[in-house]
């Protein structure tokens, strides 16, 4: 008998099984892995959104409520959106208190506190960062280790002091403590400075250009991110700061929108809905704020090396 030879043809290369089953274990990783990738931004995802969430709620009751009478914050079973969108207590807000004289005084605070943050700060930076002295580094250790100090244990010692120079009832109490640094602004600043290549000062350097030149020309230009970051958070700590205003300002024609609320509770025991209005208007120029300087703000803290 003669064997039957299968004609193959020239292009065709038959498949044995180790063939077909070689691909098999490389696709099944493939999505296996794929599964994995999205699964995990999923989890993050669903952890921002929740996140998120917990930040916007209170937001959201707190902005809806200004919009909404005494009687609807408390009715039972509450309800998140007013029976009518009404803007009384906005108006109202404005006559109950002298909002726009405490909105000045407000402003007249953070204003020179931003101002004497970002000067301070970022010159105090600069000299841990690239100017080399004796005991920097010592120094330096010892500003971080004023960060541990609670605000409180340092209030009495400086109200002491403030009492004898006749600064209480006025803002300077506020304002002049911030051309002197703070830590944290400090450790931010030089931690980006570091950053910057050595290189590019000691081009400047031999081109014969001056330490404050380098600082005016070359170091600000490149520290806007830095800076943002150091003014969003003066703006935010001296916008809702309490405690400052009621120690050192006697006067209630120096009060800050801070010690209004206050006021307001105590007065009208409490008067929730012009509370919650008056929040939102507290809240608003924060958020205005970071929207309009997130993206310096972001790249300042991730290049300071602060992020988690």
């Known amino acids: 008998m003669q064997n039957k030879q299968t004609k193959i043809s020239p292009g065709f290369h038959p498949k044995t099984r180790t063939d077909f089953m070689k691909g098999c274990p490389m696709k099944s990783k493939n999505i296996q892995y794929k599964m994995r990738v999205f699964l995990s931004k999923f989890l993050i995802y669903f952890v921002l959104l929740a996140f998120a969430m917990i930040f916007l709620v209170p937001f959201f009751f707190l902005l809806m409520g200004s919009f909404k009478t005494t009687s609807e914050l408390f009715r039972v079973p509450s309800q998140w959106l007013p029976d009518h969108f009404q803007f009384d207590n906005y108006m109202e807000l404005f006559t109950t208190i002298p909002f726009f004289r405490y909105l000045k005084n407000t402003l007249i605070v953070v204003g020179f506190n931003i101002v004497g943050s970002l000067i301070s700060n970022s010159l105090i930076g600069y000299g841990f960062a690239k100017m080399r002295w004796p005991g920097r580094d010592k120094v330096f250790v010892i500003v971080l280790v004023t960060m541990i100090l609670p605000y409180q244990v340092t209030l009495i010692p ?5 009492t004898k120079m006749k600064w209480v009832g006025t803002f300077l109490p506020l304002i002049v403590p911030c051309f002197f640094g703070n830590a944290f602004f400090i450790f931010l600043m030089r931690q ?12 400047a350097r031999i081109d014969g250009a ?8 070359l170091i600000l230009p490149i520290s806007k991110p830095a800076l943002a970051s ?22 209630d024609r120096l009060y800050t929108l801070s010690l209004a609320a206050s006021m307001l509770k105590s ?3 409490p008067n929730w809905d012009m509370l919650l209005t ?9 958020l205005l704020l970071f929207f309009v300087l997130q993206k310096y703000f972001i790249q300042g803290i991730s290049m300071s090396g602060i992020k988690g």
Not at 158 to 162: E, N, P, T
Not at 192 to 203: A, H, M, Q
Not at 231 to 243: G, K, P, S, T
């Open 278 to 286: 008056l929040g939102v208007v507290m809240v608003i120029p924060v």
């Open 210 to 217: 001056s330490e404050i030149r380098i600082f005016l020309q």
């Open 192 to 203: 980006f400075l570091v950053g910057i290549p050595e290189e590019i000062l000691e081009s």
């Open 158 to 162: 400086l109200y002491l002091m403030f």
């Open 267 to 269: 007065k009208l025991d």
């Open 230 to 251: 150091v003014a969003i958070m003066a703006f935010v700590r001296n916008w809702n700061d309490f405690l400052g205003p009621l120690v050192f300002l006697g006067d």
